[in-house]
């Protein structure tokens, strides 16, 4: 593996000497050394002190991440066995709950190594490999997983790094045996179904575990609930066990459709007595508004940027006005669960959204419930762009 000294910018060594993982490639004082993907970076401070070791991987976020500030240490096998091998103890909890059995094993930089993220689906490990420069170690990663105390039943891969940052569509399948899918898996008693080898996403966004839990046990009963920005319906899905009068959910996708009569049927929902809807989210809006209609809970879980043939949405910039939107069609004494995976912004500023979009249309509001990501998703005080989720259930009053 090529090794590369690298000097870093003054105001940037700092930041990497008090634990901010990511390489910023305006950190670099001399960035045309950087050619190949992978190398090892020694970074050195402008006194030429030793600061920390990396490697170089192009992604949206930077060149690279800081993996250890130990000089002598090796970016080896046994660097990648103890990397997951602690992340993976520290989720014992999550391996022995038979009631959840899909959770995130390895959060990148949270668990030591930035770039790469390992889920797990009731036997199955799912690989994220955020660059070029990450997946030269693929053989090494592959190796842990394959040492798991705990044992696997198989290996995929999503590689998000062609030129655009964007999945490559390929055979996802790297080792062990090929699962059947749809993979029925388990999240707090209720029933998914995910395929592995189905491009980008599985059919589950993890991250919002908790929401949807409560969503089910504390604010679905008798309800009728909006899922906007659906995907397969796992709202949907948590609010109808949970007692919903009615659920309605929209995406733009045609997918969307089949994908959420699964969700529902495998969990022994009559997906018949439940609207599903393909549909533009923003002439939905439009739509409902203009025939009156007005639900108990709505939830809004929008992409940090979308973009469809007459809208396009960026959330550090339309929420607002989104919130609004929701608002109008919401019932008095209704609530909001207003979410965003946008790391453009901190919650303070989300709930700055919150607050103008009720003072704009008068309503007084309060807030009932804050989310961040769930114990599985772990991150770093260092890098607070790490913690990404934002959720709020808001109780509009009157």
């Known amino acids: 593996m090529q090794e590369i000294t690298c000097e870093i910018k003054a105001r940037d060594s700092k930041k990497i000497k008090g634990g901010y ?3 910023d490639k305006r950190a670099i004082v001399h960035p045309e050394l950087l050619k190949e993907e992978g190398s090892i970076l020694n970074l050195i401070d402008e006194n030429g002190q030793f600061i920390g070791k990396g490697y170089y991987g192009n992604q949206n976020k930077g060149i690279g991440w800081v993996l250890t500030r130990k000089q002598g240490e090796g ?3 046994s660097f990648f066995d103890a990397k997951i091998t602690k992340a993976f103890r ?7 709950n038979e009631e959840t059995t899909a959770f995130r094993v390895f959060n990148g930089e949270g668990d030591g190594i930035g770039g790469l993220i390992i889920d797990y689906y009731d036997g199955f490990f799912v690989i994220h490999w955020y660059s070029q420069g990450i997946y030269t170690f693929k053989d090494m990663v592959i190796a842990s997983l394959q040492q798991w105390e705990g044992g696997y039943k198989g290996i995929y891969e999503k590689k998000r790094f062609d030129t655009k940052g964007k999945y490559i569509e390929d055979d996802d399948f790297v080792a062990g045996v090929r699962g059947e899918f749809p993979l029925i898996v388990k999240e707090n008693g209720a029933n998914f179904a995910v395929d592995l080898n189905d491009g980008a996403m599985v059919g589950v966004f993890l991250d919002q575990r908790d ?3 409560t969503i ?3 604010y679905a009963k008798d309800k009728t609930v909006l899922n906007m920005f659906s995907y397969t319906g796992a709202f949907s899905v948590f609010a109808a066990l949970g007692g919903a009068k009615k659920t309605t959910s929209v995406d733009l996708a045609n997918r969307s459709y089949a994908k959420t009569i699964e969700q529902f049927s495998i969990n022994n929902i009559d997906y018949e007595s439940q ?4 549909e533009d989210v923003f002439k939905y809006f439009k739509y409902a508004a203009r025939k009156e209609l007005k639900f108990d809970l709505v939830i809004l879980d929008p ?3 979308a973009k469809s043939k007459k809208f396009t949405f960026s959330a550090a910039k339309d929420y607002t006005n989104l919130l609004k939107d ?4 919401t019932e008095k004494n209704g609530m909001i669960v207003a979410s965003t995976n946008c790391s453009a912004f901190n919650m303070d500023k989300f709930k700055r959204f919150i607050d103008t979009a009720c003072k704009d249309m008068k309503r007084r509001y309060r807030i009932r419930e804050e989310f961040s990501l769930p114990g599985d998703f772990k991150t770093i005080p260092e890098y607070k762009e790490g913690d990404y989720l934002k959720v709020v259930f808001i109780e509009l009053i009157g």
Do not use: E, G, M
């Open 303 to 305: 992409p940090s940027f």
């Open 275 to 278: 609207d599903i809807i393909v």
């Open 75 to 77: 970016i080896d096998q």
């Open 90 to 96: 520290a989720r014992s909890a999550y391996f022995n």
């Open 216 to 218: 089910r046990d504390k």
């Open 326 to 329: 929701t608002i109008a069609i």
């Open 21 to 23: 993982p990511l390489i």
């Open 211 to 213: 929401v949807r839990r």
